[in-house]
């Protein structure tokens, strides 16, 4: 168990509609990273939040967004959703860059 | 634009034979490389890691190497065992940055 939380493990939704990711990062992580792993591919790396703030993006489509809250959980929301979102999504968090990530088990989301 | 490359897709193994993971990258900027190894159905977690002032960095049956003139790295596991048996990728990033860029990813399968 990594300490990262991701809700929920399984999503399947239509084309056009809207779903939000969920994420709770480790006990005392800042940083929230969030990753794209469609099929047979690598890690795409989607956006990163340290305590709050925005601090780099990736290949994140204008559908998508994302926030960290106070609590330091974050979202992930995907929106007008085609089939080649269809993806895990992984969420992962450190305490700072000389840390390595701790990755979640990921939302499998499936557009059909 | 795959600026980290791991060109085989899959390997197997011997048990207790050693497993060779090779990745290449192209960034020569990338100055901290890791690998993380993958179960299905989990998130990916953290195996070892190499600063680029290093040539060599080992943890127990897993070892790391380094090459900077040739953008190469290489992960080696003595002696392999069925556990090792999953998906193993390589990440880079640079000083400055929190993001990782990985790899495809190596599925390795270890035979009895």
């Known amino acids: 168990d990594s300490g990262v939380t991701q809700t929920p493990k399984h999503l399947i939704t239509a084309t056009g509609q809207r779903v939000t990711l969920r994420c709770s990062p480790r006990s005392g992580d800042l940083s929230v990273y969030w990753y794209q792993q469609s099929l047979d591919q690598g890690l795409q790396f989607l956006i990163h939040y340290y305590n709050g703030e925005e601090r780099a993006k990736g290949n994140i489509l204008e559908r998508f967004s994302a926030q960290q809250f106070p609590d330091l959980h974050s979202e992930l929301n995907l929106s007008s959703l085609e089939l080649g979102d269809s993806a895990l999504y992984f969420c992962?968090?450190?305490?700072?860059?000389?840390?390595?990530?701790?990755f979640g088990q990921g939302t499998r989301l499936t557009v059909v | 634009d795959q600026q980290v490359k791991q060109n085989s897709p899959s390997l197997s193994v011997q048990e207790g034979r050693i497993s060779i993971l090779n990745c290449d990258y192209t960034n020569s900027m990338f100055d901290y490389f890791l690998w993380y190894k993958k179960y299905p159905a989990e998130g990916p977690t953290f195996l070892i890691s190499?600063?680029?002032?290093?040539d060599k960095n080992e943890d127990g049956r897993f070892t790391v190497f380094l090459n900077k003139s040739a953008k190469h790295l290489s992960l080696h596991i003595v002696p392999s065992q069925p556990g090792d048996s999953a998906v193993y990728f390589c990440?880079?990033?640079?000083?400055?940055?929190?993001?990782?860029?990985f790899g495809a990813g190596t599925t390795v399968t270890v035979r009895a």
């Open positions: 990440a880079a990033r640079t000083s400055g940055d929190y993001k990782l860029s």
């Open positions: 190499i600063s680029s002032i290093k």
């Open positions: 992962a968090s450190s305490w700072d860059r000389n840390t390595e990530a701790f």
